[in-house]
């Protein structure tokens, strides 16, 4: 029998939504700002990161995520595990589209959603009751919902592409 940890699943799933979401709703109220990689281009002729991830995005992902834990019962370093190994799993996606020379914010299916909700899924086993199938059903379940949120987001015009 599946041995599954709804609310420390239910809490991380939260807290990857805030880490997540800052940097989207960040670039819409402060507008953009300087690429992390700071413009640097490897050899093959792309950008390490490319000019959609700011130092800024990560800070207040960071930030967020920390300051949210408590109000759900964490403190605040689970909500910064898990704001850092989120972005750091949207930082190695994009550094894979760059090698694939996708221009930044094209939609790679999967590699777009699983990194950023998988890394801190399976770090939160550290500090929280969590098993693989929880972080299974955690990722599967942020995959499918940042799709449809990615929409929503667009049409509300928070997103600048609907996915």
């Not at 910064?80 to 694939?100: E, N, Y």
């Not at 009751?129 to 928070?158: H, K």
Request: overall charge positive; some cysteine.
């Amino acid at each position: 029998m599946l041995d599954l940890h709804f609310l420390a699943a239910a809490q991380i799933f939260f807290l990857v939504v805030v880490a997540n979401g800052t940097p989207v709703i960040a670039k819409k109220i402060f507008g953009t700002a300087r690429p992390l990689d700071g413009g640097i281009v490897l050899a093959d002729g792309q950008p390490l990161f490319g000019s959609s991830k700011t130092a800024r995005g990560i800070l207040l992902s960071a930030i967020a995520s920390s300051l949210a834990a408590p109000f759900i019962g964490l403190s605040w370093t689970t909500g910064l595990l898990v704001a850092v190994t989120a972005m750091a799993g949207d930082l190695l996606s994009s550094f894979i589209k760059r090698r694939l020379k996708l221009p930044p914010g094209s939609m790679a299916l999967g590699l777009d959603q699983i990194p950023e909700s998988l890394f801190p899924a399976m770090a939160c086993r550290w500090v929280l009751p969590v098993s693989i199938p929880d972080v299974l059903v955690l990722t599967a379940v942020f995959f499918a919902g940042e799709l449809a949120a990615s929409r929503a987001l667009y049409t509300l015009n928070i997103r600048d592409r609907p996915y």
